[in-house]
């Protein structure tokens, strides 16, 4: 039994730091985002310990997961469009090589925004989960966050 849970440990510590390499987060800046020390995301993503289910949740939401159970990768049966993503979806089927790389690079301005929101907010000093890391670390986010030329 024990073996089972090592390696569903390690399984969900895996597809942890897998999520949150594709959302283009950082350690610390995902647990700024959930209220959490880097400390704390390092040690989820190390199989050191793991999120409870509510905190799963939120990492489902910053990682862009539509569901827990797509987390682990189980399939769902493919939700109804409504008449937007309907539309969008024909469009996207038409759209050139052109058009669709102009999508994607207004997606990527969208999820560098949320970067930039991180750190305004750690410039400013309100770091959702400030509380939970050193005033050294708050400082280095902090004058990580005074360099970049997009604030």
Not at 1 to 10: I, L, P, Q, W, Y
Request: glycine share 6%; charged share 35%.
């Amino acid at each position: 039994m024990k073996e089972h849970s090592d390696n569903t440990r390690a399984k969900i510590a895996k597809l942890l730091k897998e999520y949150r390499e594709k959302s283009g987060l950082t350690i610390r800046e995902a647990g700024a985002l959930l209220g959490k020390s880097n400390q704390t995301v390092s040690a989820w993503e190390n199989g050191r310990g793991q999120p409870d289910a509510d905190m799963f949740l939120k990492l489902c939401d910053i990682y862009n997961v539509p569901s827990i159970s797509l987390f682990f990768g189980e399939p769902l049966p493919e939700p109804e469009l409504d008449d937007d993503e309907d539309e969008l979806l024909k469009l996207w089927r038409k759209a050139t090589d052109e058009a669709k790389k102009c999508v994607h690079m207004v997606l990527k301005c969208n999820q560098k925004q949320v970067h930039i929101e991180v750190k305004r907010a750690a410039r400013d000093g309100d770091l959702p989960g400030a509380d939970t890391i050193t005033e050294a670390e708050a400082n280095e986010i902090r004058s990580r966050a005074d360099a970049d030329p997009d604030l």
